[in-house]
């Protein structure tokens, strides 16, 4: 016998290793993954035993004939059976003596301690566990039953005319294991109380039941179709090996056991895939579509930009922008007088509050609520939101959550911030405008000396005859024609720096908005991106899961 480490294409492993990462993005969108990770880890396990045997469990409800089954396939008493109810309290194993000590560690996996030997050649390579009652009042024999059921690799579903319509065995069982089981059948015992017809009639009914009641509704089958086709074997346990004819013909239908370990196996992955799919709203038979389409997206970033920028406040930037390269001209511009008051701007805090377009960005957070930004986002994914599946909808809810999404915007702005050029503009005309100004200053100190000079010592000097004002001294004259130029210098230079500086704020605008749009559209959005991105691997994961699902 042989472990089953590897299949001869490696499709099953590579089913696990896709529905791992199915899991891994589940979580991801808030779906549960712990049932997955079980079945997961189960499955490992199976695979590390041997399989050359599988395990076929008899599950049924009580009194229905499973022990009477077992001990009519081993022709003696095997397990107790009884009028007296519940017997089996226990699994009992029933295995080939030849491969009793290799599956001593799959029957330890399984937990049944009670193990009884065959060596009849007839039946195939199957260890055969008859179950407790599972629809027992004891509600101990139920659990155990659903213990084991993961782990084994077929099910005969045992029942009878009396039970085969009983909810439990479709609602609590064939619901939810139907699509994991590659290797089942519903045996119907007891077919000695029924005639032919009636025998035919129940078999209908059970293939009716299973169609209405589970067909495309069982849990992670797609279409249900192929899975109600299970074969119904109607036996009598009570009449020798004539009366179990149709099951021990089944149980003998040449299916190997490595076979029915792999095939149950990928079943189950499958189902484990289509109900991770289902709970996230994919359709894994149809292409991949995102929470939110690329129109609506556009959309949405479209208005979180709006209220990003509008929270910045890029008007005040332009201003700030301008003030300062004014501050900068009349440092550089403005001669002695305007490096005075320059100073006296910059000493005095005036200028860092009203000319510091650098701290303005920095300080952004300060006076910018990103709340209109995160209620741009909200009201963009409003509509997903109701459309998405009921299992991922807090997940996508929590991507607009201030707290999650507030923080990537954030950084999208201070990485948009960042990525601007930094310098204040100059221009080689101030210091011009500067050394001109320096000129008329000095040219008004001489004036003054000079009118002062001839108000105390009356040296002769020229007239100008000038309009309405007659005769003025030229000392006059010279003070007025230094002061008027000196006014024309300040009046150009302040009017060069302003059109500088509009002309870089409106530079500075146009980065930070472009920076910003594009940070946002990148990473703005960076919670909702983490699910789409989920939500991608999961369809692919079970897209994989499923198509490969064929070749096992
Ligand atoms: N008439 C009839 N009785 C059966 C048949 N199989 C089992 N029984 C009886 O049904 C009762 C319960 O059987 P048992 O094997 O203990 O059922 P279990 O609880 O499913 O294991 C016993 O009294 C059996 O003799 C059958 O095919 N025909
Ligand atoms: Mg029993």
């Known amino acids: 016998m042989t472990a089953i480490v590897d299949g001869p294409s490696g499709a099953l492993e590579r089913s696990l290793a896709r529905l791992d990462v199915a899991a891994d993005a589940a979580e991801v969108l808030g779906l549960p993954s712990d049932e997955v990770r079980a079945v997961l880890a189960e499955a490992r396990d199976r695979l590390g035993f041997p399989s050359d045997v599988y395990v076929l469990a008899l599950v049924g409800g009580t009194g229905v004939g499973k022990s009477s089954l077992l ?18 309290s226990e699994p009992i194993a029933w295995v080939p003596r030849a491969a009793r000590d290799e599956l001593a560690g799959l029957l330890a996996w399984l937990e049944v301690g009670d193990v ?9 390579s199957v260890a055969i566990l008859d179950l407790p009652d599972m629809d027992s009042v004891a509600t101990a024999h139920r659990a155990r039953v659903e213990q084991v059921l993961p782990k084994v690799d077929a099910v005969a579903w045992i029942t009878d005319p009396e039970k085969y319509h009983d909810a439990i065995l479709y609602d609590a069982f064939l619901r939810t294991w139907l699509a994991r089981l590659a290797r089942q059948a519903i045996v119907l015992n007891k077919s000695d109380r029924l005639t032919a017809d009636e025998v035919e009639q129940v078999r209908r009914d059970v293939v009716r039941d299973l169609r209405e009641g589970l067909g495309g509704r069982g849990p992670g089958s797609r279409d249900g179709r192929d ?30 056991g490595k076979a029915i370990v792999r095939s149950r196996l990928a079943a189950t ?26 129109a609506a997206r556009h959309a949405a970033t479209e208005a979180v930009n709006a209220a990003v920028l ?28 305007g490096v005075l008051t320059s100073l006296v701007y910059r000493v005095s805090g005036r200028e860092a509050q009203v000319a510091d377009p650098d701290g303005f960005l920095v300080r952004w957070r300060e006076r910018a609520p990103l709340a209109p930004a995160v209620e741009a986002l909200r009201l963009a994914l409003a509509g997903s939101l109701q459309a998405a599946a009921p299992a991922v909808r807090p997940a996508l809810a929590s991507t607009v959550e201030p707290a999650r999404l507030r923080p990537s915007l954030e950084a999208a702005v201070d990485r948009a911030i960042a990525r601007r050029e930094r310098t204040l503009p100059s221009s080689r005309i101030w210091p011009v405008i500067g050394f001109l100004q320096t000129l008329a200053t000095a040219a008004t100190a001489l004036s003054v000396a ?7 010592a009356h040296p ?15 000392p006059f004259v010279a003070l007025v024609v230094s002061l008027l130029v000196g006014y024309v210098l300040a009046r150009s230079l302040g009017l060069h720096a302003g059109w500088v500086g509009r002309r870089w704020a409106g530079r500075l605008r146009r980065e930070i908005t472009a920076a910003v749009e594009h940070e946002v559209a990148e990473h703005g959005l960076e919670p909702l991106d983490r699910l789409e991105a989920a939500r991608r691997t999961l369809h692919e994961a079970t897209r994989d899961v499923i198509a490969v699902r064929g070749d096992t």
């Open 116 to 124: 009884r030997e065959h060596d009849q050649s007839t039946l195939g």
């Open 460 to 474: 002769p000097v020229d007239s100008v005859q000038l309009p309405v004002l007659g005769l003025v001294p030229m």
């Open 71 to 88: 001990n009519a396939l081993a022709g003696s008493a095997v397990s107790p059976a009884s009028v007296r109810r519940p017997t089996t």
């Open 269 to 294: 992955v499958t189902a484990h895939a289509e109900r991770l799919a289902l709970a996230a709203g994919i359709d894994p038979d149809q292409p991949a579509t995102p929470f939110l389409d690329p």
């Open 227 to 256: 899975r109600v086709g299970i074969p119904v074997v109607a036996v009598s346990a009570t009449a020798g090996p004539a009366g179990i004819r149709e099951f021990a013909d089944w149980l003998a239908d040449g299916v190997k």
């Open 310 to 337: 509008r929270a910045i406040d890029l008007p005040a930037l332009e201003r700030q922008a301008v003030a300062a390269t004014r501050a900068q001209a009349r440092r550089r511009g403005t001669g002695p007088m």
């Open 450 to 456: 000079w009118i002062v000079l001839w108000v105390l």
